[in-house]
């Protein structure tokens, strides 16, 4: 085992394109945002030596870098769904504080929408029949009705109500409406959310991740590399990973996420508690997610994220913004939408967003981020703590 520890910082970030795209392939997104991030950074590509991909192609991290032109020494294709982004950055963080690699890049870029539009996939996702899921097949289990009945059992254990998961989406969508980038904009209300079109009950379409193209990019160094970098570091202060369950059947509690564990690590590893963060950043493919693992990550007592949501509280100007872009219910969810949340994070803590940049109490940009990323049906979790100096 080396003895090197090293501090690890965000020294680039970026995205690709993002929205409605006709024309890109994944791997020019790929392309796009990983020059980006390394214009970002102010370092030269030949510092890259480790590459981090999942989701493209047979090989993931070969093809990719092969397509890039990089020849890492270090490569990660960790896959657990919308949570891989969070559990390669800490892998990557690990591996550069160890001195097994000096500059990690995390790419990821994927046509989801362009695809269906072409005809070239079907928009319902086929997880297969084999394995622990065989069992659910036959009952035409959807990963989305996976969602909607653990979001039905809060309601059921803890009075959660359908208007406090609409209070979700409307204060999402108030992040996205200063945000140019964003896919959807116009402001929503409460009665919008639950009069729209039913998806998964309790879901209706605003309960639901929009569907997009688009890619990023994250660049992680080790700390010899910040004094040459264009912009101020994003320290990795601590991370957490943690995978619960394959099948619904091997699921304890529908009421606990797996943030639950994956958020306690990262935050002791930080040294640091929940009060203490000034943004968070999580996956959101569906309103229940957010409160949820809102909950698991200690911001409020378990059964009480439906109240914590209300009257603004995670929206512009709330004691703790979430989803600042606009997160995937409005900006951009083209897939494995956590690295998203990476990008969004660095980008507050350096005050770099722009129209939705978040003030801090005091005057500022936020000093401290939490980004948190779910798989599967709640089958995993990979939590990040940023901060910046």
Not at 300 to 308: I, R, S, Y
Request: proline share 5%; hydrophobic share 45%.
């Amino acid at each position: 085992m080396s003895a090197i520890s090293r501090k690890v910082a965000v020294v680039g970030v970026a995205l690709s394109d993002c929205g409605r795209l006709e024309g890109p392939t994944p791997y020019t997104l790929h392309a796009q945002a990983a020059r980006r991030a390394l214009a970002d950074s102010g370092l030269d590509r030949s510092v890259v030596d480790g590459l981090a991909s999942a989701g493209l192609g047979t090989l993931a991290p070969v093809e990719v870098a092969d397509y890039l032109g990089l020849r890492p020494r270090w490569a990660d294709s960790t896959s657990v769904g919308g949570a891989t982004w969070e559990v390669m950055a800490a892998h990557a963080a690990d591996a550069i504080a160890a001195g097994h690699a000096d500059a990690v890049l995390l790419v990821y870029g994927s046509t989801a929408r362009a695809d269906i539009a072409a005809g070239r996939r079907t928009a319902g996702l086929d997880l297969g029949n084999r394995g622990p899921l065989q069992f659910e097949a036959p009952y035409g289990h959807t990963l989305i009705a996976k969602y909607a009945m653990a979001a039905r059992r809060h309601m059921h254990e803890y009075g959660t109500t359908l208007e406090q998961l609409a209070a979700v989406a409307v204060q999402t969508r108030a992040h996205a409406a200063a945000n140019p980038d964003a896919m959807y904009r116009s402001p929503i209300t409460v009665d919008d959310v639950l009069g729209g079109p039913l998806i998964a009950d309790p879901f209706t379409r605003l309960h639901c991740c929009v569907r997009g193209d688009g890619g990023c990019a994250v660049l992680l160094a080790a700390e010899e590399y910040v004094p040459d970098t264009a912009k101020a570091p994003v320290w990795v202060l601590g991370s957490g990973e943690y995978v619960s369950h394959a099948a619904l059947s091997g699921w304890d509690d529908f009421t606990v996420s797996p943030a639950a564990v994956s958020g306690r690590l990262a935050f002791e590893r930080a040294g640091l508690t929940p009060a203490e963060m000034d943004i968070a950043e999580i996956y959101d493919a569906f309103t229940y997610m957010t409160l949820v693992t809102l909950e698991d990550l200690g911001f409020c007592a378990k059964g009480e994220g439906g109240p914590f949501v209300e009257e603004g509280r995670i929206g512009p100007g709330g004691a703790l913004p979430v989803n600042t872009d606009g997160g995937g219910l409005s900006a951009c969810h083209p897939g494995m939408r956590g690295l998203f949340l990476l990008v969004e994070a660095v980008r507050q803590l350096r005050g770099e967003a722009g129209g939705h940049q978040v003030t801090a109490a005091g005057g500022g940009p936020p000093r401290l981020a939490v980004a948190s990323g779910t798989g599967g049906w709640f089958c995993s979790s990979g939590t990040v703590v940023l901060g910046r100096d």
